[in-house]
T-cell receptor, first 115, second 113 residues
């Protein structure tokens, strides 16, 4: 158990809908990262938050957004869903901050299926 | 443009033998490398890492080797055990990248009893 929790575990929804994925980082970790894993693809970095502020953006679509709340949990919002958005979405956390370790600890993921 | 490449989608070895998983990278700014192991229906689990100032890091049965001039790293598992059967991801990061990780597509390791 990495200490990172994600809910829900599975999500099935229709095209055009909007969903919210939730992540709680390990105790003490300030950085949260979101990754997408599509079929036959490695993990693609989407976005990073550190202590409530956006730090880095990767290949995140404009239809997707995220935020990190004062209690450090994070939510990834996916809107106007398309079939191609079906994927595993992972959240990871780390201590973060200058000079900290690079190791990130991953949650179990949310499997999103868009029908 | 894939900056981290794992060219072998799969590898099969016998229990007790050595498993060698390879990874190549193209971005010279990467200075920290990690290996993750992933079982089905679980998130990736951190395994071992290496900084670019080193060429080898060992942790029990797992050793990671880094060849900076060739932009190549490898993970050695000795001896391999059936429980090691999983997908292994190579990842890289660098100063100035805000610690985000760039992953390869993974190699499925199967260790046969």
């Amino acid at each position: 158990d990495s200490g990172v929790t994600q809910t829900p575990k599975h999500l099935i929804t229709a095209t055009g809908q909007r969903v919210t994925l939730r992540c709680s980082p390990r105790s003490g970790d300030l950085s949260v990262y979101w990754y997408q894993q599509s079929l036959d693809q490695g993990l693609q970095f989407l976005i990073q938050y550190y202590n409530g502020e956006e730090r880095a953006k990767g290949n995140i679509l404009e239809r997707f957004s995220a935020q990190q709340f004062p209690d450090l949990h994070s939510e990834l919002n996916l809107s106007s869903l398309e079939l191609g958005d079906s994927a595993l979405y992972f959240c990871a956390s780390s201590v973060g901050g200058t000079g900290s370790s690079y190791e990130q600890y991953f949650g179990p993921g949310t499997r999103l299926t868009v029908t | 443009d894939q900056q981290v490449k794992q060219n072998s989608p799969s590898l099969s070895v016998q229990e007790g033998r050595i498993s060698i998983l390879n990874c190549d990278y193209t971005n010279s700014m990467f200075d920290y490398f990690l290996w993750y192991k992933k079982y089905p229906a679980e998130g990736p689990t951190f395994l071992i890492s290496i900084s670019s100032i080193k060429d080898k890091n060992e942790d029990g049965r797992f050793t990671v080797f880094l060849n900076k001039s060739a932009k190549h790293l490898s993970l050695h598992i000795v001896p391999s055990q059936p429980g090691d059967s999983a997908v292994y991801f190579c990842a890289a990061s660098g100063s100035g990248s805000n610690y985000k990780l760039t992953f390869g597509k993974g190699t499925l390791l199967t260790v046969n009893p």
